[in-house]
């Protein structure tokens, strides 16, 4: 289902960005994005225009970039809280101090992106503005994009020649 390889995403984001296990498993999502919003069209008429093709590639890596991103952000929130992942089974469990040696000294924790993206920290806590984020991005890369039957990608209606409900 892949819309994009890792080095076409390294080649637009650098050889730093993201490992290829986190774009291997983001990547399925973001095509999955695009499908739902494109009514499945990539999948039975794909682009054959170079542009066409290339708003394709850069909307998924926009997407993968974004939910990477957000994951960064959630996951330096939590390790900041005081929480840590247990590796074998996932779970959070809270970090336990085992002893303080100044009577004074005191311990915070801040929730804190240090991603430097305020769009990231926006949307970070609220699963709706996520949604509408990853929309946004689906439109602005897609929109006036035709499929390989020169409809538009992101067009809702009947597709021409094509009675059956969308699957």
């Keep these: 289902m892949g819309y994009v390889t890792y080095d076409y995403y390294k080649s637009i984001y650098g050889e730093d960005s993201m490992p290829e296990t986190d774009f291997n ?6 095509c999955r994005r695009v499908d739902a ?7 039975f008429a794909y682009p054959t225009d170079p542009d066409a093709v290339e708003a394709v590639k850069r ?5 993968i970039e974004i939910a990477g991103q957000i994951e960064a952000a959630s996951r330096r929130i939590t390790e900041a809280q005081g929480y ?3 590796t074998g089974t996932g779970a959070l469990r809270g970090k336990v101090i ?3 040696s100044s009577g004074s000294e005191s ?6 992106s240090e ?33 390989a039957n020169g409809i538009n990608l992101l067009y809702a209606g009947v597709y021409p020649g094509r009675r059956e409900i969308w699957k």
């Design 37 to 43: 919003l494109t009514l499945n069209k990539l999948k």
């Design 98 to 100: 085992s002893s303080v």
């Design 25 to 30: 498993r983001l990547s399925w999502e973001a």
């Design 115 to 147: 991603s430097g993206s305020t769009l990231v920290d926006t949307v970070l806590a609220d699963k709706a503005a996520q949604d509408k984020l990853y929309r946004d991005i689906v439109r602005d890369y897609l929109s006036l994009v035709p499929d």
């Design 84 to 86: 840590e992942k247990d």
């Design 107 to 112: 311990i915070s924790y801040i929730a804190k």
């Design 59 to 63: 909307c998924v890596c926009k997407l």
